[in-house]
Structure formats: structure tokens, C-alpha cells
């Protein structure tokens, strides 16, 4: 990981972006300390029927309350 002090992070932003765009890591110093990293984002796309399948293995997890239990009751006791 190539590293850069904050003062020349800040006068050459636009290009570490486009470097981190490109893949590359970019740690930032802060008076020889690394303060913070430049990153590529990480993109991982889902389709709508990926999606919706995700939502329905969770919601089979979830187990439903008891009878007579709402969640402003459950909220309440968290409370306490």
C-alpha cells in the first residue's frame, strides 16, 4: 500500500481517487501515523429475485412473537 502524507492527499485528491478507482490501496498519514485508507469500492450487484430471496431466507428465521406480545411491548421492556 503506497502511502502519502495528509498535506499532499489534499492537493492531489482527484488523482488518488482515480488510483483507488483503479484498485490500488491508498493509506493517508496524519504526522507519520496512518490516519485513514483510500479504497476501491467494492461492488457486489444483486438482480430484484436475488434480492427478494435474501428477504425471504430472513424472514423465515424470524420467528414470529408470542400471543399477545406486540413490539411496543418488547421495545418497553428493552427500556427497563
Do not use: W
Request: aromatic fraction near 2%; proline fraction near 4%.
Amino acid at each position: 500500500m503506497r502511502t502519502v502524507g495528509l498535506f499532499e492527499a489534499k492537493q492531489k485528491l482527484s488523482e488518488l481517487v482515480e488510483r483507488a478507482s483503479g484498485g490500488e490501496e491508498i493509506g493517508i498519514t496524519r504526522r507519520g501515523k496512518l490516519a485513514a485508507i483510500i479504497t476501491p469500492v467494492r461492488r457486489r450487484t444483486a438482480s430484484v429475485e436475488e434480492a427478494f430471496a435474501r428477504i425471504e431466507q430472513i424472514r423465515k428465521r424470524i420467528k414470529p412473537l408470542p400471543k399477545g406480545i406486540t413490539v411496543k411491548d418488547l421495545i418497553e421492556e428493552g427500556r427497563r
